[in-house]
Every structure is written in C-alpha cells, then in structure tokens.
C-alpha cells in the first residue's frame, strides 16, 4: 500500500518526512513520493489522446515506484512494470501490496528490458501501449531496447515517451538528475569520475537529439510520431532574443560553478561549451523558430511513436473537476473545454466568500506558452496555433495580495492535427 511505501521512502532517506531534506536528496525524494500522482496525470494525457483505460494493456518499462501501472490498473488496464533494479523493483512492489482492482491488474517484473530475459518474461505481440517515460536516457543499448519493444507490441502498438533534453538551456544550467552545472554538455564516461558518490543509475545518462531518437523509432516501425509538445507557436523575434539570453545565463552558471569541477576537467567544460555555442550560432542562422525551440528550450520532449497511425476521436473534449491542489482552501471548481480550435476555462464554483482574482496559463508540458493578467472575470480561452497536448494553469490570489495563494493545474485536452 501507498503507505507503507511513504514509510520505506523515509527510511532510505532516513528521515521522518521531506521537509528534513533539501536539494537533490529533496527532488529525488518527491520524485518518489509523488509515483502515483504522476501516473494520474499520465492517464489524463493518455485519455486526452483517445486512449480508453479498460481493457488496455500496457506496458511500462522502467517502471521505478510503480504508480503509472498502478493507477492505469484501477481504471481497468492490465498492467506489466518492469524495472531493472532490483531496489526499486521492491519499492514498486510494496507499492501495489494490497490493491485490489475491479477489473485490471498490475505485475511487477524485474528484469533488463534490453536482455533476452526480457522476451522470455513478457508476452509477444500483446501491448496496446509501451509507457517509456524518463527512460531512454539511462538506456545505452536503444536498438536492442526497441528492438525487444517491437517483439512484445500488437500491430497497433504505441510508444509514449517523455525524454530530457540534455541541450535545454536549464539543463545545461543544472542537470536535472545531478543538479550539477554543465554536465550535460560533458561525455557519460567523464560523469564516472565526476561524480564518483552518485548512484549508478545517476552515472548512466545518455543525452541524445530528438532526431536519433525519431531515427530509431521509425527503423523499428514505430514511425507514426505525434509530438504533443512540439513548440508550433513559437514566433522568430521573440524566440531568437530568448534563445541569446537562455545561453547567457546557462554561460554565466557554468563560469560561477566551474571550480566545483576537478581541476582536471576545467579544460574540457570549456571545450564542450565553445563546441555548445558554434553549433547554436549555426542552429541560429538555419533553424526556424519552432525548430529552436524544440532543441534548445524544451526540457522534455513528449510524444506518441505509433505502429500505425490512430485515427484520433480524444474521448476528452471537457476537463471538469474541483481542483486537487494542497494550497487550495477556496473550493475551486472548474471546467476546461476545447470547441474547434479555441480552448476555453471556467471557474463555476468557489465555496469561499472571499473577493479573488485569476490569472489563467496555457501549458505545453509544464511551459506556459500564454497568459492572461490578473482578472476578476472567471472565464478566459485561447485560439490553438498548433496541435498537440494543452494544459491549463489557474493562479489564484485574495485580490488585495500582489502574489499567488496557489495554482491549480488542469487535465490536458488534445488538438489532433487537421489532416484534410
């Protein structure tokens, strides 16, 4: 159960909760605990999509703590996890210890996805939906991973993927499994001797550009790619002066953090980011602004690779609920509807007699790509520039106050892209 898993997390962080820890013990304690939550939100992007959780069989590999198979199985999935470590293999399993489901299931397997034992664990030609979500970055051998992926996917198989982006400016600033400055830029083998006290999987990051990885999928045939965040509203001013300042800035925190470094690498920090800054002068004059976009200031790049390419009627068009957030002591309820091309959001009840305003984000991904001021008005909508996976984000505050009381995040909606 969930709460025995809390209570073995605590203990591997010897702690009595998070608010003992702080830095990337803290961020990778949150990643754990917060399993379940964020295979909620997955199934959102999966429905969005037009995939019905009854009946579905899926598939994640690198499962980690379990909560992506875990909340697809209380919706009716039949759920396969399979992690190659064996630690947290066990949290996963202590995880599920308990659930009951209606009708779906969900089975742990510990096992190397890219190993012959693989294929000998898992049924072939069966999965509906292979979830590799923060994955493909810790995995060296990618052909032999999608080749056995291949093995085990149905002719209408899809791969959902969320990858890092090891060239985000952000990332390149503090990478996000480290927290170390500039590191992304730097070649795995030099991470062995960087960081030397990090656990293994810390040590094993493989960045890559999106097209080896879109190469790969289309050898395999999975060649049907949907992007859901890719950046089609990106205007060329504005995304050309962003770009200039991004690199400033993860310049100026590679120079103030270098002597963190040994001494030895110093050199090789500097070669790596003079390399980093021709390829993005060259990327400036050749590249379009999406284009920038999607490689220098998109931190994860989420899509569908499909066998075969679906034929999308997204079971979700309305997003309607009272708001989950912990800061929320409003009673927020609201509605996120898409008609055509505009997406429209309606708060239709708060339970508290206090005077607030809103300001309304649309989200790709976590980016917020436009927004509104501060408002009165509860309602607000955007017409779509591009297809894909949206999200909304409301910011709350009593109106008298200058900053947020909470934020509250919405289900996405998807836009399919117009075929005619």
Known sequence: MYQDFIAALNKKYNCSDKSELSGIDLQHYNFGASTNSRGQDAIGVFEAYGFSMTGLKILDVG????????EAARKGAYCYGVEISNALYEFAVLNNKGEKYDSGSCDFVRTDATSPEFLEKLPHNYFDLIIVNDVFEHVYDTVQLLSNLDKVANDKCAIYFVIPNGSDFR????EGHTGCCGISLLAPLLWQTLIPGRESYERSIYYRQYEYYRAMFEYFGFGKIALINYPGYAKEEET??????GFETAKQKIEENENSFPDVYAQKLHTALEGFEKQLRYDLEH???PGLVWKYMTNFWGGF???????LKPLVKTCERTSKSDLDVYGISFVFSRRDQTLEIDITEVSSDEE??????????????ERSRYQRER?????????GMYWAAVYVKKSEREHKDCRILTQPLYMPEDKE
């Open 63 to 70: 499962c980690a703590y379990g909560g992506f198979s875990i």
């Open 171 to 174: 990332f390149v600033a503090r």
């Open 240 to 245: 050309r002066k962003n770009i200039s300042a």
């Open 287 to 289: 590249l379009d602004a």
């Open 305 to 311: 690779a499909q066998k075969q390419e679906r034929v």
């Open 356 to 369: 607030l305003d809103f300001a309304f984000h649309l989200m790709r991904r976590g980016e917020s790509i």
């Open 379 to 387: 309602h607000y909508e955007w017409e779509l520039k591009a297809p």
